[in-house]
Nanobody, 115 residues
Framework: QVQLAESGGGLVQAGGSLRLSCATSGSIFSIKAMGWYRQAPGNQRELVALTRGDGTTNYADFVLGRFTISGLNAKNTVYLQMNSLKPEDTAVYYC?????????WGKGTLVTVSS
């Protein structure tokens, strides 16, 4: 069973920054993709950012220019640097990994952005 450990959530004022981290127990050689989704109350879970073993990345339009995903080069860890945070970024952020084409999820970390 692949496990994920997230950290870095918290409370920040609008315009501030946070950095999320996610480490997985899975083998780096079996990771096809790793990244972050989020879910706000009453909303569906949505993609935030994803990085793949070949180095390609995907970002949701609403985070372009503000969030950056990194890591996964030689370590089983990805980071999400979140800058210029907005109140609408408030959500539970879930780490995701595609490990040998099976999906695994973290328990989530709460990010709250106050206005």
């Amino acid at each position: 069973q692949v496990q994920l450990a997230e950290s870095g959530g918290g409370l920040v004022q609008a315009g501030g920054s946070l950095r999320l981290s996610c480490a997985t127990s899975g083998s780096i050689f079996s990771i096809k993709a790793m990244g972050w989704y989020r879910q706000a109350p009453g909303n569906q879970r949505e993609l935030v950012a994803l990085t793949r073993g070949d180095g390609t990345t995907n970002y949701a339009d609403f985070v372009l220019g503000r969030f950056t995903i990194s890591g996964l080069n030689a370590k089983n860890t990805v980071y999400l640097q979140m800058n210029s945070l907005k109140p609408e970024d408030t959500a539970v952020y879930y780490c995701y990994v595609n490990h040998n084409y099976s999906a695994y999820w973290g328990k989530g970390t709460l990010v709250t952005v106050s206005s």
